[in-house]
Nanobody, 121 residues
Framework: QVRIMEYGGGLVQAGESLTLSCGVS????????AGWYRQPPGKQRELVAT???????NYADSVKGRFSISRDSGKNAVYLQMNSLKPEDTADYYC???????????????WGQGAQVTVSS
């Protein structure tokens, strides 16, 4: 069973930066894609960023230019660097492992339990 854990959530002020880290059991991120989802309070979960096996990244329009996803295969880790944070970025952030079929990402390997990020105005 794949274990995925997020680290680095917390409370920050608008305009500040925060990095989320994601660790996984085994070498899951070496040969699979990864993605970060978020779910704001009372809203639906949305896909924020993905990185494929070739390290090609993709972002939701709401975070493009502010967030950056990266991978360290040697450490079995994926990161989400979040800059210029806004109150609307407040959400539970989930790390996932999965695959792409065409251009669509499927988090079919596993999910973390989530890390809470709160951005105060």
């Amino acid at each position: 069973q794949v274990r995925i854990m997020e680290y680095g959530g917390g409370l920050v002020q608008a305009g500040e930066s925060l990095t989320l880290s994601c660790g996984v059991s085994g070498s899951i991120f070496t040969n699979n894609a990864a993605g970060w989802y978020r779910q704001p309070p009372g809203k639906q979960r949305e896909l924020v960023a993905t990185i494929n096996v070739s390290d090609v990244t993709n972002y939701a329009d709401s975070v493009k230019g502010r967030f950056s996803i990266s991978r360290d295969s040697g450490k079995n880790a994926v990161y989400l660097q979040m800059n210029s944070l806004k109150p609307e970025d407040t959400a539970d952030y989930y790390c996932t492992a999965g695959n792409f079929i065409g251009t669509t990402y499927y988090p079919n390997i596993g999910w973390g339990q989530g890390a809470q990020v709160t951005v105060s105005s």
